[in-house]
């Protein structure tokens, strides 16, 4: 059975630092492309950054670039988001989630339960 | 970026129903389209991914159709476990976009 868990939200103060794990079981973690989307009451869902199998390529949207790191330690299962100069636009349930799929063709098949970061001072 | 309108945003149907809901891409893609569902409190679930296959364990009242820029959702008869929120999501260039959502209640 595939689980994603993550964790490592919480509260954050902005221009404040945090980091999000993401604990993958049940498939061959390594073979799959990963990625964060978060949501928020008022944008809905949007996709932030995907990362390849190996780790050798990684992919931003616009609003985090230069600020979140994402990367995955293949040896742990495990998958980061690594979040600097936190802003109050940043509040939101962070999922990470599985990629699958072949060029264009590219979707979630499953999702982790979701961490929730707030950025408040 | 590639903008998803999906419509309505909210409906109202009763158990029983047939309903569908649309998707509206800003460029063509192809079939580069995805539908998810989603329960207050939960994460998302995929349901169909190139637009018309549907996800392993999904129930086949579940139906994907369309390609280029239009497509659409049909649940044959809506089940009590269906009042949920429907996105959809294109994966046919970077940044990878969803909808807003429609919001599928009960009557």
């Known amino acids: 059975e595939v689980q994603l868990v993550e964790s490592g939200g919480g509260l954050g103060q902005p221009g404040g630092s945090l980091r999000l794990s993401c604990a993958a079981s049940?498939?061959?973690?390594?073979?799959?492309?990963m990625s964060w989307v978060r949501q928020t009451p008022g944008k809905g869902l949007e996709w932030v950054s995907s990362?390849?199998?190996?780790?050798?390529?990684?992919y931003y949207a616009d609003p985090v670039m230069g600020r979140f790191t994402i990367s995955r330690d293949n040896s742990k299962n495990t998958l980061y988001l690594q979040i600097n100069t936190l802003r109050a636009e940043d509040t939101a349930v962070y999922y990470c989630?599985?990629?699958?799929?072949?060029?264009?063709?590219?979707?979630?098949?499953?999702w982790g339960q979701g961490s929730l970061v707030t950025v408040s001072s | 970026d590639i903008q998803m309108t999906q419509s309505p945003s909210s409906l109202s149907a009763s158990v029983g129903d047939r309903v569908t809901l649309t998707c509206r891409a800003s460029?063509?893609?192809?079939?580069?389209l995805n539908w998810y569902q989603q329960k207050p409190g939960k994460a998302p679930k995929l349901l169909i991914y190139a637009a018309s296959t549907l996800q392993s364990g999904v129930p086949s009242r579940f139906s994907g159709s369309g390609s280029g820029t239009d497509f659409t959702l049909t649940i044959s008869s809506l089940q009590p476990e269906d009042f949920a929120t429907y996105y959809c999501q294109q994966s046919y260039s970077t940044p990878i976009t969803f909808g807003q959502g429609t919001r599928l209640e009960i009557k």
């Open positions: 989630a599985k990629g699958t799929g072949g060029g264009s063709s590219y979707y979630f098949d499953y």
């Open positions: 049940g498939f061959t973690f390594s073979s799959y492309a």
């Open positions: 990362i390849t199998g190996s780790g050798g390529s990684t």
């Open positions: 460029q063509i893609i192809t079939s580069y």
